[in-house]
């Protein structure tokens, strides 16, 4: 995958008076969470902008308040693509994360959040990439009507295995017929999707329909 680089700024005041000013200047609140819990009652030291959310039984988790700025974030953002975020909020000390969420004004489509989750190595993440079919099938040779169903799968990989798209041949997708996730099978990748969704379909047209009609007549 690729790795989208990205400038934020730690902050210590929050709540929905500091949130509004943060909005006002046309900058946008965002959150880091780390994905390595902390035992509880925590000894370490919090950096600026962090703070400890209890998990119970003893564990706690560190978050982390920052700002982006929309110029920052927008090729990010509004983009079909899916990045890896190395993150650098404080001293040139950079994390890996990935967007965990993102809050949108339900009128102007602003973005008023951004949730972003600590990743590791070692560690498997679960994530949405962006499908793309290859070939021209059968079906739509016989005349039928190519319909990609899924524009993302939900996949389940170390982040080095994850690629930045899945490729699925769609050749041999007959008229009328579909292709499921249960089908498909990428190296170091689990599919997090229902096995019975389906990711693309070829179906059938008005005139798919008359010309097997007329087909069938003729024996």
């Not at 909005?23 to 969470?33: C, M």
């Not at 950079?94 to 809050?103: C, G, P, R, S, W």
């Not at 993302?152 to 080095?160: F, N």
């Not at 019975?196 to 069938?216: E, I, P, S």
């Amino acid at each position: 995958m690729k790795t989208f680089q990205l400038e934020g700024t730690a902050r210590e005041i929050v709540g929905k008076k500091a949130v509004r000013a943060i909005r006002k200047e046309g900058n946008i609140p965002a959150v880091l969470y780390g994905s390595e819990p902390v035992a509880m009652p925590y000894t370490g030291t919090l950096n600026a902008g962090d703070k400890l959310v209890d998990l119970g039984n003893g564990k706690g988790v560190i978050v982390t308040d920052f700002v982006v700025t929309l110029e920052a974030v927008r090729g990010l953002i509004y983009t079909p693509e899916v990045f890896l975020v190395e993150l650098n909020l404080r001293d040139n000390k950079k994390v890996m994360a990935i967007v965990k969420d993102i809050q949108f004004h339900p009128v102007t489509d602003a973005i008023l959040h951004i949730d972003f989750q600590e990743i590791f190595a070692e560690k498997p993440i679960t994530i949405e990439v962006p499908v793309k079919l290859q070939g021209h099938s059968e079906g739509v040779k016989a005349g039928g009507k190519l319909s990609l169903e899924m524009r993302k799968l939900k996949v389940k990989a170390l982040y080095k295995d994850i690629p930045e798209q899945l490729n699925i041949d769609i050749t041999n997708l007959g008229l009328g017929k579909t292709i499921q996730v249960g089908a498909l099978q990428f190296e170091n990748l689990e599919l997090v999707n229902a096995k019975n969704a389906v990711v693309a379909a070829v179906k059938l047209t008005r005139a798919a329909r008359g010309a097997a009609a007329a087909a069938a007549a003729k024996k």
